[in-house]
Nanobody, 120 residues
Framework: QVQLVESGGGSVQPGGSLRLSCATS????????VGWYRQAPGKQRELVAS???????NYANSVKDRFTISRDNAKKTVYLQMNSLKAEDTAVYYC??????????????WGQGTQVTVSE
């Protein structure tokens, strides 16, 4: 059974920090690219940051220099360190694991999401 479990969300004041974790099980984790997406109320889900199976990273312009994505293949976990948080970072954050070229049944998985709220 494949599971992606996000944790680390919560409420923080502007300028604060949070570290999200995405713990996976049931997949050959080292072969998967992993992305953090977010969805704010009334908005489309957007890619925030991603990391490939060989540690290549990509960030949305809105979070560059503030967020850092990393992975620990031994723990099958991906992290998102979020610093200098802004109100506009408020959203539900989702973890996605994707394996290009894999069979459809094992190609793409999502976590359940974790809420991040940035407010005074």
């Amino acid at each position: 059974q494949v599971q992606l479990v996000e944790s680390g969300g919560g409420s923080v004041q502007p300028g604060g920090s949070l570290r999200l974790s995405c713990a996976t099980s049931g997949i050959a984790f080292s072969f998967y690219a992993v992305g953090w997406y977010r969805q704010a109320p009334g908005k489309q889900r957007e890619l925030v940051a991603s990391i490939t199976s060989v540690d290549g990273t990509n960030y949305a312009n809105s979070v560059k220099d503030r967020f850092t994505i990393s992975r620990d293949n031994a723990k099958k976990t991906v992290y998102l360190q979020m610093n200098s948080l802004k109100a506009e970072d408020t959203a539900v954050y989702y973890c996605n694991a994707f394996r290009q070229g894999a069979a459809a049944s094992i190609r793409n998985f999502w976590g359940q999401g974790t809420q991040v709220t940035v407010s005074e």
